[in-house]
């Protein structure tokens, strides 16, 4: 059965055309079929052009079956860009999002520019970084720069209208799916980028909110990351590894051992063989210092973090196989997401932070290997500056749970402290050694707390713990 509308209107969030809504069934990763609706909506690609194209975002929506229910929860995707996106995965996700809908419909949205939306803005060429010479910081970014500018000029040479790939934008496409969907008030449910989206949304729209649920927080103006943040994990790592029977014996200080071995790498670049990821070829990659900053920063907010300790040791033991293998994954890449960098630089201008890294990436031990070079090209992409409207203070008496790990160097506690103080009606949940990847580390343990927060009749009288303790498991061999 398939059902098929045409609905044409103009609100706060501009012109909207609901032109797709069908039945899909999904076989699930878990075995299981599962039954939706697929459906697609055309959007102005900038909504302060009165010229603007559209592109079209297509969207999922599980029902509930109860007979009473709830707003609907609107999922907000992390990111941004991720490749493949979370709709390109329905059949992973479903399971998931199914046990969100005892009392409510799910809706999934793709983020413009990405995944099965159109345009969807990936760059025609990979970018490739010279493997005969350590990492370094000027010529990368010179790279990076040059990469981008002409990915953004193949866009624009094809009509697109790129300074509306932001997440103003954004909020405004998932206004415009409520509407098309004729729902009064959602509910939100956002991690990472998507806690970023997810409090946009909140901001613009507050009066269509009725609950949030956010992991891995990252507030309005939290997209530039801090270096001294890298700082204080490797801190608060080190001294599990003291605590550690195994590992402390030849670990007696982990940052001491990480600071020792960059040292060398700074004094002496060294090569190593390791397999192309594009030919599969054993070849050659030279590496430095930045490459072991970068490889650090890239695993020390992840669930691997708790092997960091022992492919430190092994490097001090001469063996760089584990960076090598590493490291060229950033020097050879697949075509990078013009939408992700327009994106996120869009939302760095809203960031006071920005003056902060200039700061503390001097004598941080990562430098600022947290936020790569992806700001480097701010000015030479024509993104919105939306700076003005994430700054502004707002107040919110609108009920929010937060979820965050502690030792998610991406999206520290300290993001959540900060959200808190805007929502007066606001509670934390820590995961003890929780990294950015909760959902692979303890979804055992927060599936129930997140399920009981979004079905309960009273979201402020829904009791939740405080802490939760997630398995450390530190790799020692």
């Known amino acids: 059965m398939v059902l098929l509308f045409l609905v044409n209107c103009i609100g706060q969030e501009g012109n909207y055309e609901l032109i797709a809504l069908k039945r899909l069934n999904v076989a699930g990763s878990d075995g299981n079929s599962y039954t939706g609706e697929m459906g697609r909506i055309k959007v102005p690609e900038n909504r302060n052009s009165s010229t603007s194209k559209f592109i079209e975002l297509p969207f999922f929506r599980l029902k509930t079956e109860h007979t009473d229910p709830f707003p609907p ?7 941004p860009g991720d490749n493949p996106s979370a709709l390109q995965r329905l059949n992973e996700f479903i399971p998931l999002l199914k046990q969100f809908s005892a009392r409510s419909d799910v809706v999934l949205i793709e983020q ?5 939306a159109e345009p969807r803005l990936s760059c025609p060429e990979t970018l490739q970084l010279p493997l005969d010479a350590p990492l370094n910081i000027e010529a990368f970014s010179a790279i990076y720069k040059a990469y981008m500018s002409e990915c953004s000029e193949y866009w624009q040479g094809l009509g697109r209208n790129l300074r509306g790939y932001n997440v103003i934008s954004m909020a405004d496409d998932v206004e415009a799916v409520r509407k098309a969907l004729s729902y009064k008030k959602i509910m939100l449910f956002g991690g990472s980028f998507g806690s970023h989206h997810a409090l946009t949304y909140v901001k613009r729209y507050p009066e269509n909110v009725e609950r949030i649920l956010l992991d891995s ?3 309005l103006t939290h997209t530039v990351k801090l270096p001294y943040t890298a700082d204080k994990k490797l801190a ?3 001294e599990l590894v003291t605590g550690d029977s195994i590992l402390s014996v030849e670990i007696p200080s982990f940052t001491d051992l990480v600071n020792h071995i960059l040292d060398k790498l700074e004094k002496a670049a060294i090569t190593v063989k390791t397999r192309h990821p594009l030919t599969n070829e054993v070849v050659d990659i030279v590496l430095g210092k ?8 890239q695993v020390l907010g992840r669930r691997q973090y708790r092997e960091l300790p022992y492919h430190y040791l092994q490097m001090k033991k001469g063996d760089y196989s584990w960076l090598a293998s590493r490291a060229i994954g950033l020097r050879v890449s697949r075509a990078e997401s013009l939408m992700a960098a327009l994106t996120d630089n869009a939302s760095a201008t809203a960031s006071k932070r920005r003056e902060m890294v200039k700061l503390q990436k001097q004598d941080a031990i990562l430098g600022d290997a947290l936020n790569n070079v992806i700001f480097d090209v701010m000015d030479v992409l024509p993104i919105m500056d939306i700076s003005k409207e994430l700054n502004q203070n707002f107040k919110s008496d609108i009920p929010i749970l937060i979820i965050c790990g502690s030792q998610d160097v991406r999206t520290p506690v300290d993001n959540a402290w900060e959200i808190m ?3 007066k009606n606001s ?3 820590i995961v003890q050694h929780g990294s950015h990847d909760l959902f692979r580390e303890a979804l055992d343990l927060l599936l129930p707390i997140m399920k009981g927060y979004l079905a309960a009749d009273s979201p402020l009288e829904y009791k939740v713990p405080a802490m939760v303790v997630a398995p450390l498991n530190l790799r020692v061999k």
Not at 73 to 79: A, C, K, L, R, V
Not at 290 to 297: I, N, P
């Open 112 to 116: 413009r520019g990405n995944g099965g």
């Open 236 to 238: 608060q790592l080190s």
């Open 73 to 79: 929860i609107f999922i907000f995707e992390g990111g």
């Open 290 to 297: 930045l490459d072991l900053q970068f490889v650090t920063a």
């Open 217 to 219: 927080p990252e507030g």
């Open 421 to 423: 103080e805007d929502f």
């Open 427 to 429: 509670r934390l949940v």
